[in-house]
Structures are given as C-alpha cells and as structure tokens.
C-alpha cells in the first residue's frame, strides 16, 4: 500500500479485514486530534472521482431511562449504483468513544480511506465538514454534556447504554439509510 500519512495499528487491519463491505469505523489516530473513517468497498473506482464521497448526520438522543445514545448515519455515494450507508452508535459515558466524539466535533475535515475487498489497496480523501453542520452538532453535545454533568466515564460494559441501543433501533432515530450496518464506536 502507498503512505498516505494515515497510520493504522497492525489490530485495526486484522479488524478491518472481517468487516463486512460498506461497513466503515472510525479509527482513532492515538497521539493526534485526529479521527479517519475507514471502510472496505467492492471497487475503489467507485469512489475517486466523487465529492462528497461521505456524507455524515449526528443525532444524540437520550432514551426513557436517561441513558444517551450519540447516532452518527453514514452515507457512501458511489459512482455505480445507489448509496450505501449505516449507523454509528457512541457512548458518550464510555472512554473511547467519548474521545472519537471529542475528536471529530474538534475536525474541520475527516479523512476517509476507502480499503479494497482485500485490503491490498487504498484511496485516501479528505471530507470537509459544513461549517453551518458542524456547529449545530457541537450544539447539540454540548446541551448533551451539559445533561450529563457530573457522570463518571466508564472503561467497560455499560448495560444502560445496551438498554439504550435496543429502544433507538436503526430508523427510529430519524435517520434510514437504504442499507444499514451498525458499528459500534
């Protein structure tokens, strides 16, 4: 593969390999204020020449017991074919995924690498975030934080957060991609 400037761990390839196609993940560039998203396609032809060839909406909702879900829908414009996309879930009382929210709310632009099926080959692109967009979203985690004042992150399993996942299902967040696959932070 050519050097792109993006680094990732030898742990994040083995996951990315067993990915199913379309499915992307946020990689946390450790070290840096920097997140990339990361997705495997059938052709990376399909996505050279595109702009945007991402798209990203976030919504926080907090569920009937208190617990808050932060849904980022993704979607992926082809050249050939119709739009794939799916749903991040983050728990923004969870460590990592606090600070891949952190991240991405800090970025004016994402970097998006496109893996081909068997992750021999790759495309780099840079996203740029709309400004008008990327405020209302720093809006609405700050009101978010602000709810959550005083709550201690957890390292682990969170069964509040799981209850929360099962009553936000994909759809019921307002957003519903045609082809949804659902990555956990």
Same mark, same amino acid.
């Given at each position: ?32 204020? %920097? ?6 396609? %059938? ?5 050279? %020449? ?116 099962? %009553? ?18």
């Amino acid at each position: 593969m050519e050097h792109t400037g993006i680094v990732i761990g030898k742990e994040s390839w083995a996951v990315l390999r067993d990915e199913p196609l379309y499915s992307a993940r946020f990689i946390d560039r450790e070290g840096t204020e %920097e997140i990339a998203v990361v997705v495997r396609v %059938e052709a990376l032809d399909w996505f050279l %020449e595109v702009q945007p060839p991402l798209t990203l909406d976030l919504t926080p909702r907090c569920s009937s017991q208190g617990a808050w879900v932060v849904a980022i829908v993704y979607q992926l414009h082809p050249t050939f074919g119709g739009a794939k996309g799916g749903v991040f879930y983050l728990n923004p009382r969870q460590v990592a995924d606090a600070e891949i929210l952190r991240k991405l709310l800090r970025q004016e632009g994402l970097s998006v690498i496109f893996l081909s099926e068997d992750c021999h080959e790759h495309y780099t692109v840079g996203v740029v975030q709309d400004p008008q967009e990327l405020d209302r979203w720093r809006q609405l985690v700050a009101d978010m934080n602000h709810a959550l004042a005083g709550t201690q992150l957890v390292d682990g399993y969170d069964p509040d957060f799981e209850a929360a996942l099962q %009553e936000f299902q994909p759809g019921a967040m307002g957003n519903d991609p045609q082809t949804i696959s659902v990555s956990r932070g």
